[in-house]
């Protein structure tokens, strides 16, 4: 398949239907040239030369797309001096992805080269070249005025841990993989993450990279140091353990690898919720059933540590002490749902709905609280029937 020159748009690679671009994603002018066709993209910071129109359209759309959402993910606005745009070139007589970089009459010049027929193989060469050429100007711009040199080495954990902003899909493989069972998997801390000698060839390990790339951004944010991580990586490579620890906030590595795990565990729901992770947010359900009463701060003695679904909190708890903990479970179910498909949302509905019926009928005595349980029971009953035909769906992958 010749995803340029035969005008076929790679759907992994090429943001899917890319072609028929989205309102935001104006079209370029396409110039024909002695090699083909040229556009430029993202205000001409990126400009594109292919054999084609549609190549270079497809391709001056996917880099827009992959310039913002980099830019979003690491919270800068990355430095493209005049005439210094990324020279994006679609070239027939190249069997491989290759990022040349270096100064002409002064200015720093990217040149990333693309074969006509890259294929699935090639696809994720293509988004690190992308993602390199970008840190490279990132890093390079942070370096003291003396110091300007792009002969660093860019870490591959950065590499390969931000691939997924411009490799449409993979977000969702990594992050399900990190998070099986709606939890973080064990990894190794941050500082270890960042020395590891390859990145690439798995899923596990790319996965690891993207998740200590977001920590690193999500930690960043908060630093008054900021800009000095940038600096840091081109000076050296991967940081020491100090510069983690410090980076972190932290005062030695055993608070930086709790910080590690407790950040992981919270992250679940965000990453979970972003990219739309079904069966993860299942297994949050399935695990939010079971209630607890202690994590809600109710209860008292070893009763409290007990798991319980709804109905049996009437033999549990005293009747006072169920509505508050039902009305804070109802808001861990809405909160789990979120980002998810209007399927999911039923499921979940389901069993808000027969809680809030068994919050309300707590609050009521004689006949009127037993047609609550009775109306409780049959929604939960219900709500449980859907949730099993919506798993038994989603984990056959249909």
């Not at 989205?22 to 292919?50: C, F, K, M, N, W």
């Not at 490799?167 to 399900?176: A, S």
């Not at 861990?332 to 998810?340: A, K």
């Not at 809680?355 to 029971?377: C, I, N, P, Y």
Request: one cysteine or more; aromatic letters at 10%; hydrophobic letters at 40%.
């Amino acid at each position: 398949m010749n995803v340029f020159a035969g005008g076929v748009v790679c759907a992994v690679l090429w943001w899917g239907a890319v072609g028929v671009a989205e309102a935001s994603d104006s079209v370029p002018d396409l110039v024909p040239e002695t090699i083909g066709y040229s556009a430029l993209s993202a205000g001409g910071r990126i400009r594109v030369q292919a054999p084609s129109a549609e190549a270079a359209q497809t391709l001056a759309v996917w880099g827009k797309r992959g310039l913002r959402d980099l830019e979003k993910a690491w919270a800068v606005r990355l430095p493209f001096p005049p005439r210094s745009p990324l020279e994006l070139r679609v070239t027939p007589d190249t069997d491989r992805v290759r990022l040349r970089q270096g100064y002409r009459n002064g200015h720093f010049r990217q040149w990333l080269y693309v074969p006509s027929d890259p294929g699935l193989q090639r696809a994720d060469e293509v988004a690190e070249g992308f993602v390199r050429a970008m840190l490279t100007r990132q890093m390079l711009a942070a370096l003291p005025a003396d110091r300007k040199r792009f002969d660093f080495p860019v870490p591959d954990w950065l590499v390969v841990g931000n691939r997924h902003w411009v490799y449409p899909g993979e977000g969702r493989v990594l992050f399900g993989s990190v998070f099986e069972g709606g939890r973080p998997n064990p990894m190794p801390s941050p500082e270890a993450l960042a020395v590891r000698g390859e990145w690439r060839g798995d899923v596990s390990s790319a996965a690891e990279a993207a998740l200590l790339c977001r920590w690193v951004f999500d930690s960043g944010s908060r630093m008054e140091d900021e800009g000095s991580f940038w600096a840091t990586l081109a000076v050296e490579g991967s940081p020491p353990a100090a510069w983690w620890v410090r980076w972190s906030g932290k005062e030695n590595l055993r608070d930086l690898h709790i910080a590690w795990d407790v950040w992981r565990l919270a992250e679940a729901g965000e990453v979970i919720a972003e990219f739309g992770l079904a069966e993860q947010a299942l297994y949050r359900l399935e695990e939010a059933l079971r209630i607890v009463p202690a994590t809600y701060g109710v209860g008292s003695g070893e009763e409290r540590y007990r798991e319980v679904p709804p109905g049996g909190l009437p033999g549990l708890l005293d009747a006072k002490a169920i509505p508050p903990l039902l009305a804070r479970w109802v808001l861990r179910l809405q909160e789990i749902r979120f980002g998810q498909g209007p399927e999911f949302h039923r499921v979940t509905q389901g069993y808000i709905e027969a809680g809030l019926r068994l919050r309300e009928a707590m609050t009521r005595t004689g006949r009127g609280r037993q047609k609550g349980v009775e109306e409780f029971e049959r929604l939960w009953a219900a709500a449980e029937e859907a949730r099993e035909a919506y798993a038994a769906k989603a984990r056959s992958g249909r």
